[in-house]
Structures are given as C-alpha cells and as structure tokens.
C-alpha cells in the first residue's frame, strides 16, 4: 500500500509565492518519477511538474521559471517552490508517483487527495 500526502496550498495573493510538499508512505523501495498535475472544473488533469529520481525534470510551458520542483529520493518527498503566481495558477494541485516499487511489487501509478491553490487578483 501506498499513498501520497501533499501539504501547502493555501489563498495567495497575485505576485505572491506558496510551496506545496508531498511525501509518500510505505514500505517504499523506488519511484521513478514524481510529480505535480493540476485541475480546474470542467478541465482534465494537466501536468505542471515532474522530475525523476536522476534529477532531471519537465515542466509544463507556462509556469517555465516561476516554479521549481525538487525531491528527496532517501525520503520519498517532493517539493514544488510557486513563485510569482498568477490568477490563472488557481487549481486543485496533486502529487503523482510513476512506477512506485514495494518490495517486489510495482505500482504504476499513485495519486495524493489534492490540494487546492488559489491565487486572488
């Protein structure tokens, strides 16, 4: 069993800054990639962030030097600093977990409750 548990939303104001953190329990031996999607009513889930256990990351064109994503492999958390956010950043952020190995079980995927980010104008 496996789950995800994010923390740092909250109401910001515009040109303000949040960060939201997420860790994963159980008896974890590996995740490959970890990341932070997004949703708004009546939209799908998008991608804002992910990065791998090497280190190396993707992120979705509009938050591109805004926000950075960084992870702790040895604690199986990940972080992801907003900076200058923007009324258009408002959404539901999850955590998700690619590929999660427990002892010699893998989970392909692996989704937190949500948190809700909204940033006022």
């Known amino acids: 069993q496996v789950r995800l548990v994010e923390s740092g939303g909250g109401l910001v104001q515009a040109g303000g800054s949040l960060r939201l953190s997420c860790a994963a329990y159980?008896?974890?031996?590996?995740?490959?990639?970890m990341g932070w999607y997004r949703q708004t009513p009546g939209k799908q889930r998008e991608l804002v962030a992910k990065?791998?256990?090497?280190?190396?990351?993707d992120y979705e064109d509009s938050v591109k030097g805004r926000f950075t994503i960084s992870r702790d492999n040895a604690k199986n958390t990940v972080s992801m600093q907003m900076n200058s956010l923007k009324p258009e950043d408002t959404a539901v952020y999850y955590c998700?977990?690619?590929?999660?190995?427990?002892?010699?079980?893998?989970?392909?995927?692996?989704w937190g409750q949500g948190t809700l980010v909204t940033v006022s104008s």
């Open positions: 998700n977990a690619e590929n999660v190995l427990v002892f010699t079980r893998q989970y392909p995927e692996v």
């Open positions: 159980g008896s974890i031996s590996r995740i490959n990639t």
């Open positions: 990065i791998t256990s090497g280190g190396s990351t």
